[in-house]
């Protein structure tokens, strides 16, 4: 019965891990491309209707 127990634990951390990692990484990130490009493209965008 303990490794029945143990198996889902041993299963989820792993993947906890790679989660958090991701998000820790993400928010460590400055400015990721993907994210940054469509707010630099619509922030240009707006700025010239400004200037015009």
């Given amino acids: 019965m303990q490794n029945a127990v143990d198996a889902p634990h041993e299963l989820e951390s792993p993947v906890v ?3 958090t990692k991701k998000t820790i990484t993400k928010a460590l990130k400055p400015k ?3 994210f940054v490009s469509p707010f630099k493209i619509t922030g240009n965008l707006m700025h010239e209707k400004n200037v015009q």
């Fill in 17 to 19: 891990d790679f989660f």
């Fill in 32 to 34: 990721p491309k993907r």
